[in-house]
């Protein structure tokens, strides 16, 4: 006689395309940042030259504009993260599996279980949605 193999367990991602467009954003700022940080030297020469200082600030304040933009992406990044990690440990928790790393199952790992099998997460959609769909693995 064989038993049927453990079912898989689903979390809904509510949040994925919001993760997506604050990743967006962090990339873009760092971009404009980094461009604004090597757009600073030719400034500083034409405010030497020209005797001004005016367009090395507002060279500067537009660098500062976009880190400040990069450290809000940065810190709603980690936000959802932390979110969807406790999530999924709590539904892992509910599920009978206990103690299992959430963190390494986001990464893409496979994570042994008490119940004796390993854990696979991966990331699924539809019309419907978007969801983590956490399948055992032999």
């Known amino acids: ?17 919001s ?3 604050w990743m967006i954003v962090f990339y873009t ?11 600073l030297v030719p400034a ?3 405010a030497f030259s020209e005797g001004t200082i005016r ?3 507002g060279v500067s304040g537009t660098v500062v504009l976009f880190m400040i933009v990069m450290i809000v992406a940065v810190i709603v990044l980690w936000s959802h993260q932390s979110a969807l990690t406790t999530k999924i440990r709590d539904t ?6 206990p103690g299992v790393d959430a963190k390494r199952l986001l990464a893409g790992r496979r994570v042994a279980s008490p119940a004796g099998y390993f854990l696979a997460l991966r990331r699924e959609r539809n019309e419907s949605g978007r969801w983590l769909r956490i399948d055992p693995v032999p």
């Open 55 to 57: 367009p090395f600030l």
């Open 19 to 21: 993760r997506f467009a």
């Open 92 to 97: 892992l928790t509910l599920a009978g599996h």
């Open 29 to 39: 700022s760092a971009g404009l940042a980094l461009l604004g940080v090597f757009a």
């Open 1 to 17: 006689m064989s038993f049927p193999g453990p079912a898989p367990i689903i979390v809904p991602d509510a949040r994925a395309s």
């Open 44 to 46: 500083l020469f034409t």
